[in-house]
């Protein structure tokens, strides 16, 4: 297995045009389905197709797609630091009104353990996109049977890239195995998949997929080279979130210093 550093290294000599003939050879266009920004049946991975998201004029005002509410995955794309406050800031310009950073992220739930009351407990990894209570993210609106982003142009780097990713050791791979790839390219479970792309837009997509591996590597090396194994003791909540800024509490501050 080569080193993060090896990989970083790898990230940076990713040829965009190779990356968008890629692209190109699997074909993509974005149907606006909601699939990549909603909860999702564990058994049916891909989110809620548009229109079958959260009904705001139903009478349960908690019922969700279709009223299967029950043991639902809630939606998880990952960001970085930086990203959740260009969306914050994002946000606060598009409802006028102020955003803090539990309103755009949570801790990546996977490695939390839960106390007795449900409640996560621990230490982990990455930050992940705020979910509602339909398990959607909270940034995601429909509006004629479309889904639609109310911070596209602030949306972080994995929602900007999906479905695709490369294949670099310390990347991630969204949505599970690949089910088409291309050289280095991996796509993931999308409707959007084999649809015609233009020269233009595939470049622009592998720009963004070479800067999505880039800072994926350089948060894991920041990662590893700040962890800091007493800042769980130090901490004020139950769950410590490590990124490339350093230790953090649930709430986006940082764990007081020794």
């Known amino acids: 297995m080569k080193s993060l550093e090896a990989e970083l290294a790898a ?27 909603t909860g999702y049946a564990p058994d049916e991975p891909g989110g809620a197709p548009a229109g079958a998201g959260k009904d705001e004029d139903a009478v349960e005002a908690d019922s969700c797609h279709d009223g299967d509410d029950a043991d639902r995955e809630p939606h998880t794309a990952t960001v970085f630091p930086d990203e959740v406050r260009r969306v914050a800031d994002a946000a606060e310009d598009e409802f ?18 839960a106390d007795a009351d449900g409640d996560p407990v621990g230490e982990t990894f990455e930050w992940a996109l ?29 929602c900007r890239t999906y479905p695709f990713s490369v294949a670099l050791e310390g990347t991630s791979q969204p949505m599970g195995e ?12 999308c409707e959007g998949l084999g649809r015609d792309i233009s020269r233009e837009d595939a470049e622009e997509l592998a720009g963004a997929l ?14 590893r080279d700040g962890y800091d194994p007493g800042a769980r003791e130090r901490a004020d909540g139950d769950v410590v979130v490590f990124d490339s800024e350093g230790p953090k509490e649930a709430d986006g501050t940082p764990v007081r210093s020794e």
């Open 11 to 37: 990230a940076r000599d990713l040829d965009v045009a190779d990356l968008a003939d890629a692209i190109e050879s699997i074909g993509f266009e974005c149907t606006r389905c909601g699939g990549c920004c």
């Open 178 to 189: 690949a089910v088409d790839e291309a050289g280095v390219v991996r796509a993931h479970e």
């Open 210 to 223: 070479k800067e999505r591996a880039v800072r994926e590597l350089e948060e894991a090396i920041g990662v």
């Open 96 to 113: 006028g009104e102020a955003y803090d950073w539990r309103d755009v992220a949570r801790p990546m739930p996977f490695g939390l353990d």
């Open 130 to 158: 705020a979910t509602d209570d339909c398990g959607d993210c909270t940034f995601y609106q429909e509006s004629d049977g479309q889904g639609a982003c109310t911070v596209h142009d602030a949306r972080p780097l994995i």
